[in-house]
T-cell receptor, first 114, second 116 residues
């Protein structure tokens, strides 16, 4: 019940296209969903996040679409650039008194070809 | 200025040997975490700590110990390193101001460990 699944494992798009990365989760108690971006040789860094009370969150070219009923969300990267080539992790989080629990998916490796 | 640093950045260890990975943060965060990253598994939580001198088990603690001697420092210890512990290890810190889970984790650059 704690799993977070991501698909596809890897994705290649052409520069300028929209990349769509998918994520699903099992535990309906999760209420916060951050996406982390990781470049080779670096640690992950927060890219964008959404709360379960929202169905959409935009930040520039990055948009999260969230479907609470289906326990699915997706990250859309519009006008993809070669600099967006990285691994993207979807995570799911729930709070509890004194702390919180976060579970990471296995990641999607995105390659944007010029 | 990097807020979470790790040392060493890479290490080769022998099976059965002791390995200590160190993490230092200047974020003034209470929470610190150790994750391992393996291809196809993403990030898995090994140990975490929310206060100095106390550590908690994560999802995969077997074979690992942790030490939090101060708010800034958090170490991961492999007493008897095994081949299966070859991975990239990440340290992270976060505010975790309270419940709600709306927290950002700040990761270090990682330590690449190879056990032979």
């Amino acid at each position: 019940q704690q799993q977070v699944r991501q698909s596809p494992q890897s994705l290649t798009v052409w520069e300028g296209e929209t990349a769509i990365l998918n994520c699903s989760y099992e535990n309906s108690a999760f209420d916060y969903f951050p996406w982390y971006q990781q470049f080779p040789g670096e640690g992950p860094a927060l890219l964008i996040s959404i709360l379960s009370v929202s169905d959409k969150k935009e930040d520039g070219r990055f948009t999260i679409f969230f479907n609470k009923r289906e326990k699915k969300l997706s990250l859309h990267i519009a006008d993809s650039q070669p600099g967006d080539s990285a691994t993207y992790f979807c995570a799911a989080s729930k709070g509890y008194p004194g702390g919180y629990k976060v579970v990471f998916g296995s990641g999607t490796r995105l390659l944007v070809s010029p | 200025e990097a807020a979470v640093t790790q040392s060493p950045r890479s290490k080769v260890a022998v099976t059965g040997g002791k390995v200590t990975l160190s993490c230092h943060q200047t974020n003034n965060h209470d929470y610190m975490y150790w994750y391992r990253q393996d291809t196809g598994h993403g990030l898995r939580l090994i140990h975490y700590s929310y206060v100095a001198d106390s550590t908690e088990k994560g999802d995969i603690p077997d074979g690992y110990k942790a030490s939090r001697p101060s708010q800034e420092n958090f170490s991961l210890i492999l007493e008897l390193a095994s081949l299966s512990q070859t991975a990239v290890y990440f340290c992270a810190s976060s505010d975790a101001k309270g419940w709600g889970g709306q927290d950002t984790q700040y990761f270090g650059p990682g330590t690449r460990l190879l056990v032979l």
